[in-house]
């Protein structure tokens, strides 16, 4: 099975930066992936990683290291609307996509 | 366009009914998922269609019937459904299975059974 962990909660004032990780054992490994998901709404995509290094589009970045089982997603210069769910997504060998449990960004003025 | 589209936003059916969600993508994509997402858990895979044919099932119970008439639909059937069975059921599709495209999701319906 797949073990996907990340912080449940996490909170930050506008304009600052937050770094929300995750860790993952899978069996096997073709990509990770970051959504977002607002309350009621459906996950929206955010970066995907399959080699190590960083991935950066605007103000989220997302890195990961495979020898490590390990990723972060990096938010900048956040805004309220980035008050939001953050998914971490596992594809493993066998191509499904398991999802951690997410954690729930509140951004303060 | 990135869009998927569903269909109902919301449903209230009780255990008896028989009702069916619907998936639809224009996006020329040949994978279509069904999740289940309870309140503040994440998503939970259902079913996989690849080149509209089933190709995995998630041990989910019969009383969930998915259908794949077409390369652009996806439905699921529902029949003698239970409480616990209300969430919010997302669809999504990618290029295919084994694609390093992402899932694209619909934005879902809202189940409740009562």
């Known amino acids: 099975g797949q073990n996907i962990d990340q912080p449940t909660e996490m909170t930050a004032t506008e304009g600052a930066i937050v770094q929300i990780n995750c860790t993952y054992q899978?069996?096997?490994?073709?990509?990770l992936f970051w959504y977002q998901q607002h309350a009621g709404e459906a996950p929206t995509f955010l970066s995907y990683?399959?080699?190590?290094g960083l991935e950066e589009k605007g103000r989220f970045s997302s890195f990961l290291s495979r020898s490590k089982g390990y990723s972060y997603l990096l938010l900048k210069e956040l805004q309220m609307k980035d008050s939001a769910s953050y998914l971490c997504a596992v594809r493993a060998n066998d191509y499904k996509l398991s999802f951690g449990a997410g954690t729930t960004v509140t951004v303060r003025a | 366009d990135t869009e998927v589209t569903q269909t109902p936003k919301h449903l209230v059916m009780g255990m008896t009914n028989k009702k069916s969600l619907k998936c639809e993508q224009h996006?020329?994509?040949?994978?279509m998922y069904w999740y289940k997402q309870k309140a503040k858990k994440p998503p939970e895979l259902m079913f996989v269609y690849s080149y509209e044919k089933l190709s995995i099932n998630e041990s989910v119970p019969s009383r969930f019937s998915p259908e794949c008439p077409n390369s652009s639909l996806l439905n699921l059937h529902l029949h003698a459904l239970q409480p616990e069975d209300s969430a919010l059921y997302l669809c999504?599709?990618?290029?295919?299975?084994?694609?390093?495209?992402?899932?694209?999701f619909g934005p879902g319906t809202r189940l409740l059974v009562l």
């Open positions: 899978t069996s096997g490994f073709n990509g």
């Open positions: 990683n399959v080699l190590d």
């Open positions: 996006m020329g994509h040949r994978a």
């Open positions: 999504a599709s990618s290029q295919d299975p084994r694609s390093q495209e992402t899932q694209y």
